[in-house]
């Protein structure tokens, strides 16, 4: 069966391109993913992962560095610009696994819309930030280039879009747990099964070029 969008493309195990692979596993392992990301899509994601780890930080510890806001603003504008080209990417020349369907519906549609609710709020985070920026009257610039206006000075309404923008944040930031978690946790620890590794530079499956 193959699924496209953002679920997880799946092969039955007799699909298998990789047979050597399969019978080179241990047996506790469970090899259900024969290909990994291409190179630009792992570039894309651990280039995020690093920009967001760095928003957070800055924002939270705005003490550690000189400026720690006027920068959190930027990098999360990069954030903003980044996302529409991966998504461009990933539905063009990107190359996504494909995991055979040994995880039960009900966890691929989980990761399916996981996947799909971060690149959201990955969009709508900065959005928010940018609104809240112009809303309530400061200018915004992007590492010292002016940037246009996408709200009208009105404070009360800077305010709300500043709640608004702690919720979704600090969504994004639960999403990314859960995330991380089952990568490693479900996926690298309890099957065992490739997942994690088709995100890793450098870990390609044999025969698996780009
Ligand atoms: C993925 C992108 C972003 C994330 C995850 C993020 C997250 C956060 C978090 C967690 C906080 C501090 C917690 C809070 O008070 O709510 C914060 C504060 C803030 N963010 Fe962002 N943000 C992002 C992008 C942006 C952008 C693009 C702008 C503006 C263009 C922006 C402007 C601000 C401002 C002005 C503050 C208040 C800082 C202060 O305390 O003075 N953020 N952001
Ligand atoms: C800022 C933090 C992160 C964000 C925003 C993020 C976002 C994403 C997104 C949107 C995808 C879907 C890719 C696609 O098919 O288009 C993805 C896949 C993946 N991520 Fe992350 N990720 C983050 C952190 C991590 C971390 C810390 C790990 C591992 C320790 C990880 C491991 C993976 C793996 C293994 C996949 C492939 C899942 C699959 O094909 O089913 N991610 N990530």
């Given at each position: 069966?193959?699924?496209?969008?953002?679920?997880?493309?799946?092969?039955?195990?007799?699909?298998?391109?990789?047979?050597?692979?399969?019978?080179?596993?241990?047996?506790?392992?469970?090899?259900?993913?024969?290909?990994?990301?291409?190179?630009?899509?792992?570039?894309?994601h651990w280039?995020?992962?690093?920009?967001?780890?760095?928003?957070?930080?800055?924002?939270?510890?705005?003490?550690?560095v000189k400026?720690?806001i006027?920068?959190?603003?930027?990098?999360g504008?990069?954030?903003?610009a980044?996302?529409?080209?991966?998504?461009?990417?990933?539905?063009?020349?990107?190359?996504?696994?494909?995991h055979?369907?040994?995880?039960?519906?009900?966890?691929?549609?989980?990761?399916?819309?996981?996947?799909?609710?971060?690149?959201?709020?990955?969009?709508?985070?900065?959005l928010?930030?940018?609104?809240?920026?112009?809303?309530?009257?400061?200018?915004l610039?992007?590492?010292?280039?002016?940037?246009?206006?996408?709200?009208l000075?009105?404070?009360?309404?800077?305010w709300?879009?500043?709640?608004?923008?702690?919720?979704?944040?600090?969504?994004?930031l639960?999403?990314?747990?859960?995330h991380?978690?089952?990568?490693?946790g479900?996926?690298?620890?309890?099957?065992?099964?490739?997942v994690?590794?088709?995100?890793?530079?450098?870990?390609?499956?044999?025969?698996?070029?780009?």
């Amino acid at each position: 069966m193959v699924m496209t969008g953002f679920g997880t493309r799946m092969t039955s195990s007799l699909d298998c391109p990789y047979p050597q692979e399969e019978e080179n596993m241990p047996s506790n392992t469970h090899s259900t993913t024969d290909q990994s990301y291409d190179r630009v899509s792992i570039a894309f994601h651990w280039i995020t992962v690093i920009l967001i780890l760095a928003i957070f930080v800055l924002a939270l510890f705005p003490g550690l560095v000189k400026g720690s806001i006027a920068l959190h603003k930027s990098l999360g504008l990069t954030v903003l610009a980044l996302v529409p080209l991966r998504l461009l990417w990933r539905f063009t020349a990107g190359r996504q696994p494909r995991h055979n369907g040994n995880d039960p519906a009900i966890l691929r549609l989980a990761a399916g819309g996981a996947h799909a609710a971060l690149y959201l709020l990955l969009l709508v985070t900065p959005l928010l930030g940018w609104m809240f920026v112009d809303a309530k009257g400061m200018e915004l610039s992007y590492f010292g280039i002016k940037m246009p206006a996408l709200a009208l000075y009105d404070r009360p309404f800077a305010w709300m879009v500043y709640a608004w923008k702690s919720w979704v944040a600090y969504g994004l930031l639960a999403l990314i747990v859960a995330h991380a978690g089952a990568a490693i946790g479900y996926h690298a620890i309890i099957r065992r099964d490739g997942v994690l590794r088709s995100m890793i530079p450098g870990r390609r499956l044999p025969g698996v070029s780009a």
